[in-house]
């Protein structure tokens, strides 16, 4: 199950029958010689600062007021074919207030359902920053994936205002191709869980209930510590095709481990305690917020982490299921079971499209 789309190889190779094609508020159904159709005026997405220079000088570039309870589709397209780049952008703070889905060919159930900013690795606060190979967010909340995304009969990207409060502008573009899909392109998934560990149990899952063949290939996380001290103690296991419950083929050594940092992501603990954030190709730890206050005062910190699993991906051909343990230290130097708050995404192909979990009511997704 390939993920081609990273990296150089092919680029060079002219592949007859191919299409490029591309979905924006200009041109919001992709179709060929499509773009830039607008009249000033046109309808209310139209911006009067093209009154001076008329069709064809950007005069659609969004979606405008964006209505609590409305839903855009951005892209509804036939195939074969495959998404290759998707770059989206709002005002600050209203990423968690946005569902994010995919619908793949027959499909009445979304194979990704995540909140916008937490697809785009940016669910803390909007103000990532961040320059990996499938996700990258550029100043000021640029956000872009590069994640492949095939489909054989349909796709259609929709996004959601779950919010109470109207959004006023909404950009996006949608690059796309239209040809023959290899035969082992997966398709992509993604799945959003929050949820809050417990003294008695401190494990958060990932991803459970997944059935048939496929490939794990990344974790987003924001961590919301709910206690002072060291969070990060804790294993990410897989449990892959009926490992017992008890016995994962893969256990790491510990939460900043898996995510490639280590000794807590501080620099010299000797001087300064407070972690080192970073952005890498294929992991990172690009927001450690630890001194934010809100209307109700000082909180406690937070920190976003990733890692996309594109050189290592973790097989499977029967089922998968992905924890992470939250634990940190007592005094005397023994494990301490943490409560925390956690919300997580995990990104995942398989050979045929399938439902994911539903999203939490959108007061319950700001797990800060």
């Known amino acids: 199950m390939s993920m081609h789309g990273f990296g150089l190889d092919g680029i060079s190779t002219i592949r007859p029958g191919v299409r490029s094609r591309s979905a924006c508020a200009e041109n919001p159904e992709g179709n060929k010689g499509g773009g830039a159709q607008a009249g000033v005026g046109d309808d209310k997405h139209c911006t009067k600062a093209a009154e001076r220079l008329g069709k064809g000088w950007k005069v659609r570039p969004c979606y405008r007021d964006f209505e609590p309870g409305q839903t855009l589709t951005l892209l509804d397209a036939q195939g074969p074919g495959e998404v290759r780049h998707i770059w989206i952008t709002v005002l600050d703070s209203v990423q968690r207030r946005v569902s994010f889905e995919v619908f793949y060919d027959d499909a009445t159930e979304p194979s990704i359902r995540v ?12 103000c990532a920053v961040i320059g990996s190979a499938p996700i990258t967010v550029a100043p000021k909340g640029g956000m872009n994936s590069y994640w492949p995304m095939p489909f054989r009969k349909r796709i259609r990207i929709e996004v959601r205002n779950d919010g109470r409060e109207k959004i006023d502008y909404f950009f996006y573009q949608i690059d796309y191709t239209l040809g023959d899909v290899p035969d082992d392109a997966g398709y992509l998934h993604a799945e959003f869980r929050r949820g809050m560990t417990t003294r008695e149990h401190p494990e958060h899952t990932l991803l459970d209930g997944v059935e048939g063949a496929g490939q794990y290939v990344g974790t987003y996380i924001v961590w919301n510590q709910l206690s002072n001290g060291w969070w990060g103690e804790g294993e990410v296991k897989f449990f892959i095709d009926d490992d017992p419950s008890d016995a994962p083929t893969i256990c790491g050594t510990g939460t900043e481990d898996y995510f490639g940092g ?25 927001q450690a917020v630890y001194d934010a206050t809100d209307k109700a005062g000082p909180r406690l910190p937070s920190h976003a982490l990733y890692r996309w699993h594109i050189p290592d991906p973790v097989h499977f051909e029967k089922n998968l299921r992905v924890t992470v343990q939250a634990l940190g230290w007592w005094p005397d130097q023994t494990y301490q079971p943490l409560t925390d708050d956690l919300a997580s995404t995990a990104y995942f192909y398989l050979r045929e499209p399938r439902g994911v979990a539903s999203l939490p009511p959108v007061e319950e997704r700001f797990a800060r």
């Open 262 to 286: 280590a000794w807590g992501f501080v620099q010299n603990h000797a001087t300064d305690m407070r972690p080192m954030t970073y952005s890498t190709p294929y992991l990172g730890y690009p």
């Open 115 to 126: 909140p916008l900013g937490d697809f785009f690795a940016n669910g803390l606060d909007g």
